[in-house]
Structure formats: structure tokens, C-alpha cells
């Protein structure tokens, strides 16, 4: 198989897995290395690598899960909250290998943009994604339950001009998943 080929099966055999699909078994700390390897390619404006990574597994993780259905609780007003949701984000990881938080660091002299940077941590997110599938990993890329609110910043101990990417659950799952598109590609592109 040629060098496309084989991008293409990479890039049009990744599907977002819920941990729930997953199976539990480990990921071994080397197979992450390699795939946090692959996401410090990400292309970079002016070279600002924004990138950072946390990446937590076994009881960290599951502390992590903790944390993050607590701040849920104490964040949320009673009249909205639920319990099942706070219990889903308190098994997220039970089933999940390794926990990869993804994050924008900026480096302000630099001046380039926030998008731009928050580009390049997009890309260096794909890569992970891609760098999982390529190693029969499934991966979920999670922006749901306090990620976006001030409160996960602050127990992250992020920067004010800090973002967060996602949440990216790794692990294995015994499920195919078929991939889907509602919009035609054509109505996407347009050739002049
Ligand atoms: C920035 C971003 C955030 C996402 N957050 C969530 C999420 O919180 N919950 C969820 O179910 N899927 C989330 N997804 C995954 C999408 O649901 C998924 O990519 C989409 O359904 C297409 O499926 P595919 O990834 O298998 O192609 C997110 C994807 C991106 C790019």
C-alpha cells in the first residue's frame, strides 16, 4: 500500500468511540508516548508549539472523573442538574485506558493569534486521534460536562489565556463503528 493508501485508511478509519464502548484493557505508556510524539508534528504558526498535554491513567484518572462529576454538581444549578448525568461523568474513565487532556498554552510575544493557536492544538489533537486509530486504539474527543467552564480552568491550574482543547479518552473497544456524513462532500468544496 502506498503512503496515501495508507493516510486514508488511517484518516477515514477513525470514529469517535464513547469509553463506554470501550473494553477496559490497558494501553501500554509507550503506545501513548508514540502517539503524543505524533501531535508535537502539528504544523505552528511562528513555531508556538502551543500544545501541552496531561495524561492521566489508573487511579488518576478515575480521580480526574471525580473531580470532574464534583465540579459538575457544585456548578450546576439544582434545577438543571441530574444525577445521571453527574454519574456519567463519574464512570467516563472507568472503562477508558488513559485520559489525555489537551490544552492551549499561548506565548503572547509571539503575536499570533488565538485561533491560530487553538488551530494548531486542533491539528496536534487530529494527530493523536489518528496516531490511536493507526494503532487499533479507540479515542473519544470530549468537549461535554465542565470542560469549557471557568471552574475545570481553575482545577486544572490553567492560565487565564489558557484553552481547553478537549478531553481525549483512549483505550481499546471490541465495536466496529461505521462512519457517516450528513452533508455531501460537493456541497462542501467548491472549485473555481
Ligand atoms: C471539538 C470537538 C468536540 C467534541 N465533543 C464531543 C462531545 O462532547 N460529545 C460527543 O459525543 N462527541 C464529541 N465530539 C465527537 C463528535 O461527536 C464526532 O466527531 C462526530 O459525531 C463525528 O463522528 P466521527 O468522529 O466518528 O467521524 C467532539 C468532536 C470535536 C471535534
Known sequence: ?????????????????????MN?????????????????????????????FFVLTGDNLQKFCEHHADLYWANTSPETRTETKRDALLNMGSKASHLVISLMRRTPEAKIITEEEYAAVAAATQNILLGATAKGIASFWSTGGMTHHPAMKLYLELKDEDLLMGLLYLGYSDEQKEGMRKIPLDDKIIWV
Open 24 to 52: 477496559g484493557q490497558k494501553i501500554s505508556d509507550e503506545d501513548v508516548k508514540e502517539i503524543l510524539a505524533l501531535a508535537d508534528w502539528a504544523p505552528t504558526h511562528a513555531r508556538t508549539e502551543p500544545w501541552r
Open 1 to 21: 500500500m502506498n503512503a496515501f493508501d495508507t493516510l486514508k485508511q488511517v484518516i477515514e478509519g477513525r470514529r469517535t468511540t464513547k469509553p463506554a464502548q
